[in-house]
C-alpha cells in the first residue's frame, strides 16, 4: 500500500474521529513499531510498519463486516441522544470508522442486524433492484389463516394503499402462533401492517436471517459475531423459506431464548 499521513490511517481504521487521533498522538498513545509517534505529518507505509493505538493493533484495511442480535429497545443508528444504538454492541476491535446497520428493524423488534463500513456492499444489500430476502420469525396474537399465505404471496395491499412486492410466509409447527415470513423489500413496519391488514397482529418479531446467511441460533441476544469474506458472498444469495423454517423449528427454543423472550 502507498504511504499515508498516521493521522488519517488513525481516523480511517480507529473509531477515534480526527481531533481525538490529534488528542492521542499529542498524548503519546500511537506507536509505530514500538516507537511512540506525536507526528501526525509522517506518512508510513501501513504493510510495512506495526502501528498500535492505546495498546491496540489498528483494524486490517478490508472491510468490517459484522452481524448483532439485536436486543428490543435497541435502534438501528450509529448514535442516539435517549436510545441506545446497534454499533455499541460491536467489540471496540471492529468498531470502525464509517460503520453502520445497512437496513433497519423497529426498536421493539429483535434480531439480526448486519453493519459493515463497507457502503457499495450496503448498497447491493439494500437496493430494491436485488431484491436480497430477509426471513422474520414472528408471533401473532390471533390463529395463523390457511388464506394469508395466499395473500401475502399475491402482493398485499396496506391499509395507506401501498401495494408490497409478494411475500412467501408459513405458520410454524411449534408451541404457540408463530410464522415465518420472507420479504425482498423493507418498507416502514411492513410486516407488523401487512399482518395488520390481514386482520392479525405481530406481537414479536425477530430477524432471523438476511439472503443465505441465517442468524446462529446460539448467539445471545447482544452478541455480535464478524462476518468473513466468504459468508459475505452467502449474504447476497438467496434462501429457500422451506430450509429456514426447517432450521428454526430444530432450533426454536433457542431462537425463544436468545430473542431476549
Ligand atoms: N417489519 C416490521 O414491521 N418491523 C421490523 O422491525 C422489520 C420489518
Not at 212 to 240: A, R
Amino acid at each position: 500500500m502507498a504511504s499515508i499521513r498516521l493521522d488519517k490511517l488513525l481516523a480511517d481504521r480507529t473509531p477515534h474521529s480526527r481531533s481525538e487521533v490529534k488528542q492521542l498522538l499529542r498524548r503519546g498513545a500511537v506507536q509505530v513499531d514500538g516507537i511512540c509517534e506525536k507526528d501526525g505529518t509522517r506518512h508510513i507505509d501501513p504493510d510495512a510498519v506495526t502501528v498500535t493505538c492505546e495498546g491496540r493493533p489498528l483494524a486490517s484495511g478490508a472491510h468490517v463486516c459484522c452481524i448483532v442480535n439485536k436486543p428490543q429497545g435497541y435502534i438501528c443508528a450509529t448514535e442516539d441522544k435517549r436510545h441506545p444504538v446497534v454499533t455499541s454492541l460491536v467489540p471496540e476491535a471492529l468498531r470502525v470508522r464509517g460503520l453502520f446497520p445497512a437496513g433497519r428493524l423497529d426498536s421493539d423488534s429483535t434480531g439480526m442486524v448486519f453493519l459493515t463500513d463497507d457502503g457499495d456492499l450496503a448498497h447491493r444489500m439494500l437496493s430494491p433492484r436485488h431484491h436480497v430476502p430477509k426471513f422474520y420469525l414472528i408471533g401473532l396474537a390471533r390463529p395463523w389463516e390457511d388464506s394469508y399465505a395466499e395473500q401475502l404471496a399475491a402482493g398485499m395491499t396496506l391499509a395507506d394503499g401501498t401495494v408490497c412486492l409478494p411475500a412467501e410466509a408459513m405458520p410454524l409447527p411449534v408451541e404457540g402462533q408463530y410464522a415465518l415470513i420472507c420479504l425482498r423489500e423493507g418498507r416502514y413496519h411492513q410486516v407488523k401492517r401487512m399482518l395488520a391488514a390481514l386482520g392479525n397482529h405481530v406481537s414479536s418479531l425477530h430477524r432471523v436471517g438476511i439472503g443465505g446467511l441465517i442468524l446462529p441460533p446460539d448467539l445471545p441476544s447482544g452478541g455480535c459475531l464478524e462476518v468473513l469474506h466468504n459468508d459475505v458472498e452467502t449474504l447476497l444469495k438467496c434462501q429457500s423459506i422451506g430450509v429456514v423454517s426447517g432450521l428454526i423449528v430444530t432450533n426454536f427454543s433457542s431462537y425463544l431464548i436468545n430473542a431476549g423472550r
